[in-house]
């Protein structure tokens, strides 16, 4: 009896281990795949001699991306886009989810419905409009352009995920701040922002990586190569001639624009998790 629960037990663990491995080796592999492309030589890439070790291993291809495009330019661009589209949402997220979370406003959950339901709309039904009302304002081509709709994009979901967070702070701990003469600005400051770290974290890095790699209004609200952001950079690349695709250069951006977001994942996971399970169990 014993003998057979355990045999039980071991084939569900070895099961569960071989579809984690297929998993990982489905998720991992072409991000594999596109870095050893962007270490092979163009007249290897489409051999027919597969392997998994670069042919012709070279940085042809990462000097190529700095030389011939502004691409540095870029990389600048989508930096200073989604930084500031960062700060701004973390900074007017807190206050918003703050008030939800502490303030008596009636109608809170119609109101959370319907900041979700904004950030439901496709971007394409909204993209007609909004370019007017930025070509009417002037800020076509422009780092604001982009940082304000990304601003309104990213909203919704900081104000949900940071308000579940301060819903689980004592308010004991508010309380005692006000107390000792704290206002509730000063309070929000100096108490629940540095407790709610991993919120803020959470919501910081879901909204760089939505800013970072956005690609829709990127590409209709900025119209020249050295306003471009990294995504619409990487989608203009051509070889020689128009008809000619640089797929080593393609892989070689891929990994210089994908590696940072990658880092800062396996760095903060920790935090990610946290924040995002904020509010899941109560008790």
């Not at 042919?55 to 330019?73: A, H, M, S, W």
């Not at 070509?135 to 994009?153: K, Q, S, V």
């Not at 701990?173 to 704290?182: F, K, M, N, P, R």
Request: proline fraction near 5%; aromatic fraction near 14%; hydrophobic fraction near 50%.
């Amino acid at each position: 009896m014993r003998w057979g629960m355990r045999a039980k037990r071991n084939t569900q663990r070895t099961i569960l281990y071989i579809l984690v491995i297929l998993m990982v080796i489905f998720y991992i592999f072409p991000f594999y795949w596109a870095i050893k492309s962007s270490f092979t030589a163009d007249q290897y890439l489409f051999t027919k001699n597969i392997t998994l070790w670069p042919q012709g291993f070279t940085f042809e291809n990462y000097i190529k991306v700095f030389t011939e495009r502004p691409f540095g330019l870029n990389i600048l661009n989508s930096i200073i886009v989604a930084g500031a589209t960062t700060i701004f949402s973390i900074i007017v997220g807190s206050f918003a989810a703050y008030a939800i979370a502490r303030l008596k406003i009636p109608g809170k959950g119609p109101l959370m419905l319907l900041i979700l339901a904004v950030s439901m709309f496709p971007q394409v039904s909204i993209l007609g409009g909004l370019f007017q009302l930025l070509r009417n304002l002037g800020l076509i081509n422009t780092y604001a352009g982009l940082i304000i709709p990304y601003i309104a994009l990213n909203l919704p979901l900081t104000t949900w995920i940071l308000q579940n967070f301060f819903r689980e702070l004592p308010k004991e701990i508010e309380e005692s701040a006000y107390i000792d003469g704290c206002s509730k600005f000063e309070t929000l400051w100096r108490i629940v922002l540095p407790l709610s770290a991993p919120g803020l974290v959470t919501t910081g890095l879901l909204a760089f990586i939505q800013a970072w790699n956005e690609f829709l209004f990127a590409l209709t609200f900025m119209q020249t190569p050295e306003k471009y952001t990294v995504p619409v950079a990487i989608a203009m690349f051509t070889g020689k001639t128009f008809y000619e695709v640089p797929w080593g250069q393609l892989m070689a951006a891929s990994v210089i624009v994908t590696m940072p977001l990658v880092i800062l994942v396996l760095v903060f996971q920790n935090r990610i998790v946290q924040g995002l399970t904020a509010g899941s169990v109560k008790g």
